[in-house]
């Protein structure tokens, strides 16, 4: 998975829209839309910065869609909560989600 790809589905992920990035990161919505799947454009350093830090991930997830070696590895706690989550219905796991969003807004 690419850039395009992984923006995407963090924007989905987290319930945001193109716009409410453009506007927490001061990329113009056009620049933006270039971005998305089917286009061949890659973001500049600084942008994907810009958008790592609003997304709070990091560049290698939005450049390559995989997670950080400390969440790849076999004993970690969270890597057993991401097969926990993988079994979840559709609904079960957006419930969680927005709670996960609800706990993230509070702190």
Same mark, same amino acid.
Request: no cysteine; charged share 30%; proline share 3%.
């Given at each position: 998975m690419g850039f395009a790809e992984t923006l995407r589905d963090e924007l989905e992920y987290q319930g945001m829209q193109v716009k409410e990035l453009s506007q927490k990161t001061g990329i113009s919505v056009n620049t933006l839309?270039? +971005? #998305?799947?089917? /286009? &061949?454009?890659s973001? &500049? =350093?600084?942008?994907?910065?810009k958008i790592a830090k609003i997304l709070n991930? /990091? %560049?290698? +997830?939005?450049? &390559?869609?995989? =997670?950080?070696?400390? %969440?790849? *590895?076999?004993? /970690?706690? =969270?890597?057993?909560? %991401?097969?926990? =989550?993988k079994m979840f219905s559709k609904n079960d796991f957006e &419930?969680?989600?927005?709670?996960?969003? *609800?706990? #993230?807004?509070? +702190?």
């Open positions: 839309n270039k +971005y #998305r799947p089917g /286009s &061949t454009v973001p &500049t =350093l600084e942008n994907a910065q991930v /990091s %560049i290698d +997830y939005l450049a &390559t869609g995989k =997670l950080d070696e400390e %969440i790849n *590895s076999e004993n /970690s706690d =969270l890597q057993k909560l %991401i097969k926990d =989550l &419930t969680v989600r927005l709670v996960v969003k *609800s706990l #993230r807004e509070k +702190y």
